[in-house]
């Protein structure tokens, strides 16, 4: 149930200038949601800063409103800070360096393991996407809604949802989907400039991370390895792991896929969890400090590469039917 304490706060005449962050590892939820909230702010009059760690990623630099989105610099002052599609505050990286312990916190959020950090928190886990529940807010503050917000928000959604795929995809996802189209979105154009704007080096790398597909016993566990090196050669890889990770959970069979990312050679590794439905991936991501969604999960692992990928296999075998 949307807050009615968080409208008030939005709402709020001295409330005159708002922060907005999301997470890092910006992605089009993150970015979607935090712009289109941006833009109803401004709507209701308010001076709004959109602060992230990161840059925006090149196929997102499309989105109405990207190229205000700033690196944290401080010390700055504002009224009240939003972080949204956040589970936790240390999500937004370095932007908590320039957030004020004297000011208001408000967290707006879809991911199950939300630890409810801030002043005034709404958490839908059944939602979506953050970009679900900026949408409401739009309806609940009776703020007329632009084509731009329409593309942030249809972005926002079709990107977490993995192009209305996964279980958290309802019918008021469509429902939702469909107005948000009624603006004039042009909905193959956006899914091409997300998904099929790969270069060709990258496609050339996948081949070779198709290449260290491995199994448990039991074939109901398949991972996907990453290189160091493979990544320094295309960075891109780093962002691209839904597109990665695809190929082990689309196997006949599996029920935990798994991608490993050697960030920093025998020191992190980044791992990336897709449930095809019976296990929680969250569960397994929460162990090692991580969290997410059931069907979703990531977590960035302390260790050498190879005892990061045993660990975490054995712990997802033991979870599998
Ligand atoms: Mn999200």
Redesign the pocket.
């Known amino acids: 149930m949307l807050p009615r304490k968080l409208l008030a706060e939005l709402r709020r005449k001295r409330n005159k200038t708002f922060l907005i962050s999301a997470h890092i590892h910006l992605e089009g939820?993150?970015l979607g949601?935090e712009l289109a909230l941006a833009s109803l702010l401004r709507s209701l009059g308010k001076k709004v800063m959109v602060l992230n760690e990161d840059r925006v990623p090149q196929e997102y630099r499309f989105l109405p409103g990207s190229g205000s989105v700033r690196p944290a610099r401080g010390p700055l002052d504002y009224d009240v800070a939003v972080l949204v599609?956040c589970s936790d505050v240390s999500r937004i990286g370095n932007v908590r360096k320039v957030l004020r312990s004297d000011r208001k916190l408000l967290n707006i959020d879809?991911?199950i393991s939300n630890e409810k950090f801030a002043d005034i928190n709404w958490v839908e886990p059944r939602a979506s996407?953050?970009?679900e529940m900026v949408y409401e807010l739009f309806g609940a503050l009776g703020v007329r809604m632009k084509k731009a917000d329409a593309l942030c928000l249809y972005v926002?959604i079709m990107t977490?949802t993995g192009s209305f795929k996964y279980k958290s995809t309802s019918a008021r996802t469509h429902r939702i989907a469909g107005e948000l189209c009624q603006h004039g979105l042009d909905v193959y154009g956006i899914y091409r400039r997300i998904y099929e704007s790969m270069s060709p080096l990258t496609v050339k790398s996948l081949a070779k991370i198709i290449g260290t597909l491995d199994f448990s016993k039991d074939k109901k566990v398949a991972w996907l390895k990453v290189s160091h090196a493979l990544l320094c050669k295309d960075p891109k890889l780093a962002e691209q792991t839904d597109d990665i990770i695809h190929f082990a959970r689309a196997i006949s069979g599996v029920e935990v896929a798994i991608l490993f990312k050697e960030i920093r050679p025998g020191r992190e590794t980044r791992v990336n969890l897709r449930s095809t439905g019976k296990v929680n991936a969250n569960a397994i991501a929460q162990i090692f400090g991580g969290g997410g969604h059931r069907m979703a999960s990531g977590v960035t692992i302390k260790g050498v590469f190879a005892d990061v990928v045993r660990r975490v296999v054995k712990e997802a075998v033991g979870r599998v039917s």
């Open positions: 939820d993150a949601s599609d879809h991911h996407s953050a970009s926002g977490d």
